[in-house]
């Protein structure tokens, strides 16, 4: 049996569990990566939390840290000096940073995202040779300043219409001209605006009858001429994301920038739909640091607060029991996704990643309600860490393409029709 763990002073004591349970076996790389994350979370970006939320600036200490420990290139493949992280794998980092910094995970998933869809998805895509080669030589350009400059990219797509929904092409477009492309438009909450190095945009090639096949992704440099940051940003949660609006005013972008090959990304899409449920670790770190606070608060292990425990009481207990019981599911569920991430998913396991992707965004959310009303008036004093959890966790079901309400419509709609399938119109 596993000995009770022990305070510095030999009492026993809380000690939060590992992100990914203690049900799995973890490859050595994950126990490295998981154990760096866990270090600096801990170490360097709780600390700094307050600070980010309150002043609703950019961890930029944060991501130095992350750039020195080697985690902006977990995804890069090894062959180009990265970690070759798959898709469990990060999203279990990713998971235990969220449980520090809200806001540093989900800026940090918009940086690993550039390497993920450049990388191991686009590996498993069809491309004709020629592409393969020419997506090959242009990532290495992207890696190279991952690895060896410390650069950091972005994920602007939403644009305020019906894109970032997957219903409509991209609003902003990018015209062919000799050498590359001129993009013009505009992205909304564009997280790490004026943070990060590019911005990697997915826009519209700029031809008659285009429609979301001509998705392009493009990384687009900070300083280009014809970029702007516009805008204030004091949002109610995930304020270090420092999510602003961009503008792009004929800015001229080399071809060598094409993170994808034209044409890809909507492949990419279709056939890889967990390359959207990256948002959501975040959150499942957000629901394991709520549920850790609680456990310490309730046994008076709260770091800087009276030891005053408040255990003892049966309903104290009944709320903890639930937030640990939607904890349990909630990770569950986010280990099964995780694993199940592939190319071509079945259907099932398609419908299965909204149900995760739904169930992580809003369970962490309720786990948060719980903890406020649990913990009680203190607790949501600025100076302790669950009022600012509870307003990031918010957050969680409003980010597109999967809304909490866009996964519930096409679960529901998934669920009753099969592939091509209508109903009769009525008569009336
Ligand atoms: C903290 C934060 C950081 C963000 N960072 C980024 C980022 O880095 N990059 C980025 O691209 N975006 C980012 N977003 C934007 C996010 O993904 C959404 O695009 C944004 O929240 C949408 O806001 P909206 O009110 O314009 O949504 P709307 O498009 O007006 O949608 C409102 C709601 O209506 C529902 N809805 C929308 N379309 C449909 C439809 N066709 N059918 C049925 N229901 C629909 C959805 O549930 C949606 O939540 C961020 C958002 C937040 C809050």
């Keep these: 049996m596993a000995a009770v763990p022990q305070s510095p002073n030999g009492a026993s004591r809380y000690m939060p569990p590992p992100i990914a349970g203690e049900y799995s076996a973890l490859t050595d790389k994950q126990k490295t990566l998981l154990e760096i994350a866990a270090t600096l979370g801990r170490e360097r970006f709780a600390p700094r939390a307050e600070a980010v939320d309150r002043d609703a600036v950019f961890p930029f200490a944060n991501y130095d840290d992350m750039r020195e420990a080697g985690l902006l290139r977990i995804c890069v493949p090894e062959k180009h000096g990265g970690w070759g992280a798959d898709f469990a794998t990060y999203v279990m980092v990713a998971a235990e940073i969220g449980r520090h910094c809200g806001a540093t995970a989900l800026t940090y998933n918009m940086h690993v995202c550039s390497t993920i869809w450049s990388g191991f998805i686009a590996d498993d895509l069809d491309m004709s040779a020629a592409d393969r080669a020419e997506h090959e030589r242009i990532r290495a350009i992207h890696y190279r300043r ?46 790490l605006a004026g943070a990060a190095d590019y ?32 805008g204030d940003w004091d949002p109610l949660g995930m304020r270090g994301t420092v ?133 009680g008036g203190q607790s949501m004093l600025k100076s302790l860490p669950l009022e600012r959890l509870y307003r990031d966790s918010r957050c969680g079901s409003l980010m597109l393409p999967w809304t909490a309400e866009l996964c519930v419509d096409r679960l529901g709609r998934e669920c009753l029709y099969e592939s091509g399938e209508r109903d009769e119109e009525p008569v009336l």
């Design 146 to 191: 991952i690895v060896e400059e410390g650069k950091i990219y972005s994920q602007p797509f939403s644009e305020g219409g019906a894109a970032a929904a997957g219903k409509a092409p991209w609003g902003t477009l990018a015209r062919k001209v000799d050498g590359g492309y001129v993009v013009n438009g505009k992205k909304i909450f564009a997280s």
């Design 199 to 230: 911005y990697g945009i997915l826009c519209t090639l700029d031809r008659p009858g285009a429609t979301q096949r001509d998705s392009m992704y493009l990384a687009v440099h900070r300083d280009l001429p014809g970029v702007t940051v516009t």
């Design 243 to 375: 999510s602003r609006t961009l503008l792009f005013k004929d800015v001229f972008v080399p071809e060598s920038e094409r993170l994808m090959p034209e044409g890809i990304y909507a492949q990419a899409a279709l056939r890889w739909p967990h390359m959207f449920a990256t948002l959501s670790p975040t959150y499942m770190g957000i629901a394991q640091a709520a549920y850790d606070f609680t456990v310490q608060y309730l046994r008076g292990e709260v770091p800087g607060m009276p030891p005053v425990k408040r255990r003892m009481y049966p309903t104290k207990q009944v709320a903890v029991a639930e937030m640990k019981i939607r904890l349990e599911q909630t990770r569950a569920i986010f280990l099964q996704n995780a694993r199940a991430a592939c190319v071509d998913p079945s259907k099932e396991v398609r419908l299965g990643i909204y149900a995760a992707h739904y169930t992580i965004m809003e369970n962490a959310n309720e786990i948060c309600r719980l903890a406020v009303r649990t913990c």
